[in-house]
């Protein structure tokens, strides 16, 4: 064990080091209400003492007081929206479970503006859909101020919950869908799939999930492979990957590394446009870009700072990102991978291709199950103990789906179908199989919510592993092969 080989590789991390008095802010904005002017005073005289004494100690001041400021500008106000009475509202449907109150008609028959994100539940006859608005009788309810599900809801910016059903809704328009993302819907169509195949690669590669089933999902959902059918890191992370496999010939032609980071990057966003800029892609995209940066650097340190720069950069711009479980699952799986999955990857090379990436995909996958694992079941509640294998399995499968689907969606040419379909059917079938089959069995999954005293158990001893861990010196091999 060597103390100081993990302090100069901490040292080699700077945005890392910079994130985590930044965050200590925005943790502490939530316990503690001060006047914006000393927040921002503090920021300013900190920072000056940083500069003019190059001070450690006074640059974390600075940038905690900078997090503890943003978090309160950002705050949400405060509205005067009835709560608990019956009145009628108009509402914006939003993506996974989540609305927006616009106005409400007061007791004289007029309607006065409003913004009020809210967590919209519909019941068996109502499933709201993004996009759609309506008009309702129903009632708003407040979140419970003293639990953790309560604080936890304020500070991603919702103020209170509704539940519709058919009968409390006076008005209701669902729109036509426009632009890239309906196309790409449209020409997923033309593919030629059809029945839970193309609903299920509609929705990996296109994000058109209006061909998912409620049976379909619980499926899903009980064998660990949920985060599947909704557009994530997991799915820009293919595209990601899938590019630069396709594009390596380019670093052959002059200044062809320049053209190929470029590439990547526009295919990624391409990929964000096409499904729909859902804030979980545009998350992914982000820290896409940032680790292509970082494999153009060629620098072995690059990936932790471009992690922990797209980390600070989407905090600074909303700061209540902190608490929103997926922002924090998508950091976790990437921070797990890069210090678990990528070392573990290195020494389990083969130096044959055929063996080395299904193994990289299988290490990579349980790296990220089993990292997000305590914090997702504090969240939902459920643990699945099939999960690390299915998605063994899962991934290779969701790859060949969502790189025919994207490759179907880029090049528009007829016949490509004819290559593109029986690679798709295939591996969607399979991956419907092995759902199934995982689902059925009894000990798939279980009920599991522990608290949080005891995720926080968990993760400070991945913490200390991490870093006992990189107080090891790597042993130097030298190779005999000719």
Same mark, same amino acid.
């Given at each position: 064990?060597?103390?100081?080989?993990?302090?100069?590789?901490?040292?080699?991390?700077?945005?890392?080091?910079a994130?985590?008095?930044?965050v200590?802010?925005?943790v502490?904005?939530e316990?503690?209400?001060?006047?914006?002017?000393?927040?921002?005073?503090?920021?300013?005289?900190?920072?000056?003492?940083?500069?003019?004494?190059?001070?450690?100690?006074?640059?974390a001041?600075?940038?905690?007081?900078?997090?503890?400021?943003?978090?309160?500008?950002n705050?949400?106000?405060?509205?005067?929206v009835?709560?608990?009475?019956?009145?009628?509202f108009?509402l914006?449907?939003?993506?996974?479970?989540?609305?927006?109150?616009?106005?409400?008609?007061n007791?004289?028959?007029?309607?006065?503006?409003a913004?009020?994100?809210?967590?919209?539940?519909?019941?068996?006859?109502?499933?709201?859909?993004?996009?759609?608005?309506?008009?309702?009788?129903?009632?708003?309810?407040?979140?419970?101020?003293?639990?953790s599900?309560?604080?936890?809801?304020?500070?991603?910016?919702?103020?209170?919950?509704?539940?519709?059903?058919?009968?409390?809704?006076?008005?209701?328009?669902?729109?036509?869908?426009?632009?890239?993302?309906?196309?790409?819907?449209?020409?997923?169509?033309?593919?030629?799939?059809?029945?839970?195949?193309?609903?299920?690669?509609?929705a990996?590669?296109?994000?058109?999930?209006?061909?998912?089933?409620?049976?379909?999902?619980?499926?899903?959902?009980?064998s660990?492979?949920s985060?599947?059918?909704?557009?994530?890191?997991?799915?820009?992370?293919?595209?990601?990957?899938l590019?630069?496999?396709?594009l390596?010939?380019?670093?052959?032609?002059r200044r062809?590394?320049?053209?190929?980071?470029?590439?990547?990057?526009?295919?990624?966003?391409?990929?964000?446009?096409?499904?729909?800029?859902?804030?979980?892609?545009?998350?992914a995209?982000?820290?896409?870009?940032?680790?292509?940066?970082?494999?153009?650097?060629?620098?072995?340190?690059?990936?932790?700072?471009?992690?922990?720069?797209?980390?600070?950069?989407?905090?600074?711009?909303?700061?209540?990102?902190?608490?929103?479980?997926?922002?924090?699952?998508?950091?976790?799986?990437?921070?797990?991978?890069?210090?678990?999955?990528?070392?573990?990857?290195?020494?389990?090379?083969?130096?044959?291709?055929?063996?080395?990436?299904?193994?990289?995909?299988?290490v990579?996958?349980?790296?990220?199950?089993?990292?997000?694992?305590p914090l997702?079941?504090?969240?939902?509640?459920?643990?699945?103990?099939?999960?690390?294998?299915?998605?063994?399995?899962?991934?290779?499968?969701a790859?060949?789906?969502?790189?025919?689907g994207?490759?179907?969606?880029?090049?528009? /040419? &007829? @016949? +490509? %179908?004819?290559?593109?379909? $029986?690679?798709a059917?295939?591996? =969607?079938?399979?991956? #419907?199989?092995?759902?199934?089959?995982?689902?059925? /069995? &009894? @000990? +798939? %999954?279980?009920?599991?919510? $522990?608290?949080?005293?005891?995720? =926080?158990?968990i993760? #400070?001893g991945?913490?200390?592993?991490?870093?006992?861990?990189?107080?090891?010196?790597?042993?130097?091999t030298?190779?005999?092969?000719?």
């Amino acid at each position: 064990m060597n103390a100081s080989l993990l302090r100069s590789r901490i040292e080699r991390l700077p945005m890392l080091r910079a994130l985590l008095p930044f965050v200590a802010g925005i943790v502490a904005a939530e316990y503690y209400l001060l006047p914006s002017a000393f927040v921002w005073a503090g920021f300013a005289v900190s920072g000056a003492i940083a500069i003019a004494g190059r001070s450690s100690l006074s640059a974390a001041a600075a940038l905690c007081c900078f997090g503890w400021g943003a978090a309160q500008w950002n705050a949400p106000a405060e509205d005067d929206v009835p709560r608990g009475v019956r009145t009628v509202f108009a509402l914006a449907a939003e993506d996974a479970g989540e609305g927006r109150i616009t106005a409400w008609r007061n007791d004289d028959g007029q309607w006065r503006e409003a913004d009020v994100r809210v967590v919209l539940r519909g019941d068996s006859t109502l499933a709201p859909q993004p996009g759609e608005r309506y008009v309702v009788r129903t009632r708003l309810y407040g979140l419970h101020a003293g639990s953790s599900y309560g604080r936890l809801m304020r500070s991603r910016g919702f103020g209170g919950r509704i539940y519709l059903s058919e009968r409390q809704v006076l008005w209701r328009r669902t729109p036509q869908p426009a632009g890239l993302h309906a196309a790409a819907a449209e020409r997923m169509r033309r593919l030629g799939l059809t029945g839970r195949t193309h609903a299920l690669c509609a929705a990996m590669a296109a994000g058109d999930r209006s061909g998912l089933t409620a049976p379909m999902r619980g499926l899903f959902a009980r064998s660990g492979a949920s985060h599947l059918l909704a557009v994530s890191g997991l799915h820009a992370g293919i595209v990601f990957m899938l590019a630069n496999l396709l594009l390596c010939w380019l670093v052959l032609l002059r200044r062809g590394h320049l053209l190929r980071n470029g590439l990547v990057v526009a295919l990624v966003w391409f990929y964000a446009a096409v499904t729909g800029f859902s804030p979980s892609v545009v998350r992914a995209a982000l820290m896409c870009s940032a680790l292509q940066f970082a494999l153009a650097s060629g620098s072995l340190y690059a990936g932790g700072n471009a992690l922990a720069a797209a980390a600070f950069a989407m905090l600074a711009c909303r700061p209540a990102a902190l608490y929103d479980i997926g922002f924090q699952l998508s950091f976790l799986s990437v921070a797990a991978i890069l210090a678990w999955g990528v070392p573990l990857c290195r020494r389990l090379r083969t130096g044959r291709r055929a063996i080395d990436v299904p193994v990289a995909a299988a290490v990579v996958s349980a790296v990220a199950t089993v990292a997000t694992a305590p914090l997702a079941a504090h969240t939902f509640g459920t643990v699945s103990f099939a999960a690390v294998a299915v998605n063994a399995v899962a991934v290779p499968l969701a790859t060949v789906v969502v790189g025919a689907g994207v490759l179907w969606l880029a090049v528009p /040419l &007829p @016949w +490509a %179908a004819y290559v593109l379909r $029986p690679a798709a059917e295939a591996a =969607a079938s399979a991956l #419907l199989w092995i759902v199934e089959r995982t689902a059925a /069995l &009894p @000990w +798939a %999954a279980a009920r599991w919510c $522990p608290d949080a005293g005891t995720v =926080a158990a968990i993760y #400070l001893g991945f913490l200390i592993a991490t870093l006992l861990a990189g107080c090891r010196e790597r042993k130097k091999t030298v190779s005999l092969r000719p």
